[in-house]
């Protein structure tokens, strides 16, 4: 029942800088979104175990079907958003490619009343909004514009670097934990695996002169001889690598606008719980956007109540994060710290359930 317009710098099913494994929380979104199927036919393989490695230690947990949730999937960042995009688009949003938000115009007494939009050509257009949404990542400019601050940060981060290999376990997800150092393997599409490590920020800032490529190579061998020889024997595909940034709440409202994903709240990727998180709030934004529309309380109420749930939900997930990142851990430690996580994301599924019941397959 609303008019959305959504505005992309870049093309449609690009590829970025994304943890794009899905823990159980993501997937049950996506299964209520009546979008699970899509990603399975897509060629995501469903994921029955998740392994730590601690040290030589393994600990395999397995994952149990629980309703449409069959298991975990990781699709790639090319598949994911355009499933999410084509299924926006089928519900009647609009979407212009190749545009990016250059300015917000306020009413006098500040509140936001239309965006400015931008392509390459130089064209721009005056959109008038009820409401504009910062989706755009964890340097939005929505949030510079809006002037939205921290309001809650975490001190920890971690650098990481990752490709896609080939010949890699595929049997699930694989986190492996050494002194300081850390590294996974998350299967997904065409029989590829996104194999990254982790390490602190001054190891890869200091390491960087030497190339991507040495310095993922040795914190992978002093993490896992077994991925190391995997990882050397087939040749190194491109790499990325992200220098880490600190893990922080922003606000997220104000009249008229509000910032969802990244934009609003970022954490360390180690813990791979970004795109769960993103698919949570996505409808939380949605469902206070429709109140605030419908409801009895006016649209500022409705946009800081998301606030207040989504920092409600995120403030155990974030500092727990950040003390796994800190890398500062014995094994010992590290395994208490993924109970605790463990704990936090049964908690955020049983309140995504609270929501509504799945609906029969149509």
């Not at 896609?164 to 376990?169: A, Q, R, S």
């Not at 001054?202 to 040795?218: H, Q």
């Amino acid at each position: 029942g609303l008019r959305v317009l959504v505005v992309d710098p870049v093309e449609r099913g690009r590829d970025t800088l994304s943890t794009h494994a899905l823990m159980r929380g993501g997937v049950l979104q996506l299964a209520r979104w009546r979008l699970l199927d899509a990603v399975r036919e897509s060629g995501a393989p469903r994921l029955m175990r998740t392994t730590f490695h601690y040290g030589e230690e393994q600990i395999a947990v397995d994952i149990e079907p629980d309703g449409e949730v069959d298991g975990l999937y990781a699709p790639r960042r090319t598949v994911i958003d355009r499933i999410l995009s084509e299924a926006a688009d089928e519900a009647g949003a609009e979407f212009r490619y190749g545009w990016s938000v250059e300015d917000l115009l306020t009413s006098p007494n500040g509140h936001v009343t239309h965006a400015i939009i931008r392509n390459a050509a130089g064209q721009r257009r005056n959109i008038q909004a009820d409401v504009v949404v910062g989706a755009d990542g964890a340097r939005s400019k929505v949030a510079r514009l809006v002037r939205a601050h921290p309001t809650h940060t975490a001190p920890h981060a971690t650098a990481s670097i990752y490709g896609y290999f080939d010949h890699m376990p595929s049997d699930g997800y694989h986190w492996h934990f050494a002194d300081g150092l850390a590294a996974g393997v998350i299967p997904t599409n065409d029989d590829k695996a996104c194999l990254f490590v982790s390490m602190p920020p001054t190891r890869f800032l200091e390491g960087k002169s030497a190339g991507l490529e040495r310095v993922f190579l040795d914190v992978l061998r002093a993490v896992s001889a077994d991925l190391f020889v995997r990882a050397a024997s087939g040749g190194t595909p491109s790499l990325r690598g992200f220098a880490g940034a600190p893990s922080m709440l922003r606000e997220s409202a104000g009249p008229g606008w509000a910032l969802v994903g990244d934009a609003g709240y970022f954490k360390d990727p180690l813990t791979a719980h970004g795109m769960t998180d993103a698919l949570r709030d996505a409808e939380l934004l949605a469902r206070a956007i429709v109140a605030g529309r419908e409801g009895s309380g006016t649209m500022d109420d409705a946009l800081l109540a998301y606030v207040e749930t989504r920092d409600r939900l995120s403030h155990g997930l974030m500092d727990v994060t950040s003390r796994i990142a800190s890398l500062e851990w014995d094994l010992a430690d590290v395994k208490q710290l993924h109970r605790t996580l463990s704990r936090e994301m049964k908690e955020e599924v049983a309140w995504m359930r609270d929501w509504d019941q799945l609906r029969p397959a149509a």
